[in-house]
């Protein structure tokens, strides 16, 4: 896998965000270089990139989280300074909060994160969530992110999925929608992401990438 | 497997479920105001009212909007409210008011962790408040607990209807970990909203036809007063009587019953799997229905069994109910965990071999 300097994940609430900037910054890792994950996520409580914390730190990959993230304090201050984890590491990997409201967050590092080669930022898509099911719905979102943050998508990941009840099937049939929002969007499909463990062929002008699954409830852990 | 011939899914959060099945349902107007950790609910609505025609408010605070709904309601209208426990405590007063008034409406209740602004972590500590006190004066509501993202659409639905057929409130008690976890659900599609939607008795403009509607919960005649309370609470037993509901996991022989409701019971279920793994005669009993409180129910489930577990993410609440429903007749032992901390399956697990162990020692 190839990946830029910066990759900012946006996308809709629950579309797989944190689980991809966890597969990704864990792919950077195995290679040697030195990557920190941002958790810019101002909107969730739970289920979020700093749940990762031990499993990054046995890796050797910084964390930088919202100062009181899972402190059990409601408050989305942030304490960093987004420019020298930029100079200070080789990968910087930006899990950004859901929808148009939690992009906001990004939008004060727009200045640096716009017209850059070395930045992307994928917009993660998944077929199966009822508000994005529709194509246009899907690209409507991809513009309220993009106004609120004022940064560019760069690129789509699809990463259709039902959870727990995902089949080859459901990826499988997840393509063409995915294709159609790249043509609507023109911007390119960056990866099909879909859960490793499960048997599925993909055409390699999808661009699969199967992931390891950690976003999970306590009962789906034993 | 193949997922080809089952119903259409969409994967969902929790809050979300509830959000879509209320519409669904034909809930027209949702009065909210932002609290963490249901706040999707509340956003979710404000995207998608606008476009099937209904009303989204964000009211000014939890008292407001819990009266937009008293309003509502008594204008023959589905209406919704949702909150997370301390805000639910607010409503408390509006709470009264609509059953004071027999009317229908729906409450979310998204719980986290109290006593005071407590935590905004998954929490069970609102049973008591849920089931016996959910405002002042002599009332109940049905109150409704899912344990999974399609039970939210499914409870939300049964909310509508049975709080229309009995003209009461309806609560769904859920909890941070189920509003925010994401699941396949689907929609019913054959769902008739229509079905209990004649109501007589709403101020919804009599036209000079027929005698107007009054909607109050004053009665300043004693014998008045009692007369209504009489009424709701005769009421009441139709719904003791026919509307309970949980789930039963148990086999010919077990042993060990471990009685838990929403997530935890999911935790519950991973824990009893492993139990039974292990050569223990584990089971689960899980309410679905808060009150009435599925007391038959437990007691037949119960019949067989040695010891009783109650696990729950408080300090010990629905555990009350489960030693009413059996007398005390067998042993009945509690786990509970609060704060914010979700009991582990491993830990439900050490449990049952302790229960086990002292019972073959």
């Known amino acids: 896998m190839y990946f830029k300097k910066v990759t900012i994940i946006t996308g809709h609430y629950g579309c797989g965000k944190t689980n991809i900037a966890t597969n990704i910054a864990l792919d950077i890792a195995k290679t040697g270089k030195t990557c920190t994950v941002v958790d810019l996520d101002i909107v969730n409580p739970y289920f979020r990139t700093a749940d990762f914390k031990q499993m990054f730190e046995k890796m050797g990959i910084k964390l930088v989280a919202p100062i009181y993230a899972n402190t059990n304090l409601d408050i989305p201050a942030m304490n960093f300074n987004l420019t020298s984890i930029l100079i200070n590491s080789d990968y910087v990997v930006i899990d950004v909060g859901g929808d148009d409201a939690g992009a906001m967050a990004l939008g004060v590092h727009h200045d640096y994160l716009n017209n850059r080669d070395d930045v992307e930022m994928l917009y993660v898509i998944n077929k199966y969530r009822l508000l994005t099911e529709d194509i246009d719905n899907t690209i409507e979102l991809m513009r309220d992110i993009e106004s609120c943050s004022r940064v560019k998508c760069t690129g789509i990941v699809n990463n259709s999925n039902l959870g727990l009840e995902t089949y080859a099937e459901t990826v499988l049939d997840s393509l063409e929608y995915a294709d159609e929002v790249c043509k609507k969007a023109l911007l390119p499909l960056e990866f099909t992401t879909f859960n490793k463990d499960l048997k599925v062929d993909i055409e390699k002008k999808y661009k699969p990438y199967p992931m390891d699954i950690y976003v999970k409830t306590l009962w789906n852990m034993v | ?361």
């Open chain 2, 1 to 361: 497997m193949s997922n080809q011939s089952s119903p259409k899914k969409h994967l969902m959060k929790g809050n979300e479920a509830i959000a879509e099945a209320a519409i669904r349902s034909g809930c027209k107007c949702f009065f909210g105001y932002p609290i963490t950790p249901q706040t999707e609910i509340s956003a979710y609505m404000a995207k998608r009212m606008p476009k099937v025609g209904g009303v989204y408010l964000q009211a000014e605070s939890e008292i407001a909007a819990i009266n937009m709904v008293y309003g509502c309601a008594g204008s023959g209208v589905r209406c919704m409210t949702s909150s997370s426990s301390p805000g639910i405590a607010l409503k408390a007063e509006g709470i009264s008011y609509i059953a004071g008034s027999d009317l229908p409406c729906v409450i979310i209740n998204v719980q986290r962790g109290g006593p005071g602004l407590g935590g905004i972590q998954p929490s069970q500590s609102d049973y008591w408040f849920m089931t016996r006190a959910l405002g002042h004066g002599d009332f109940h509501a049905l109150v409704f607990a899912p344990a999974s993202v399609q039970e939210m659409v499914d409870t939300v639905c049964d909310a509508f209807d049975l709080a229309d057929k009995y003209r009461m409130p309806a609560v769904i008690l859920a909890d941070g970990l189920l509003g925010q976890m994401m699941e396949p659900v689907h929609f019913p599609e054959d769902y008739d909203f229509n079905k209990n939607t004649e109501k007589p008795w709403a101020a919804n403009g009599h036209g000079n036809k027929r005698k107007h509607n009054i909607i109050n919960s004053l009665f300043l005649q004693p014998d008045v007063l009692e007369d209504e309370n009489f009424k709701r609470f005769k009421r009441y037993e139709i719904v003791k009587k026919n509307e309970t509901k949980a789930e039963i996991d148990i086999e010919e022989d077990t042993e060990l019953l471990v009685v838990a409701y929403g997530s935890v019971a999911r935790i519950a279920k991973a824990a009893v799997d492993m139990a039974r793994k292990n050569g223990i005669k584990a089971g689960l009993f899980r309410p679905i229905t808060l009150w009435p409180y599925p007391e038959k129910e437990l007691q037949k489930a119960a019949e067989k069994v040695k010891k009783v577990l109650v696990v729950e993410m408080s300090m010990g609440q629905m555990v009350e109910d489960v030693r009413i429903s059996l007398k005390s007749r067998i042993p009945i032992e509690f786990h509970g965990r609060t704060g914010g901390i979700v009991p582990t399956p491993a830990e439900v697990f050490e449990k049952l071999k302790e229960m086990d162990g002292d019972d073959n020692a």
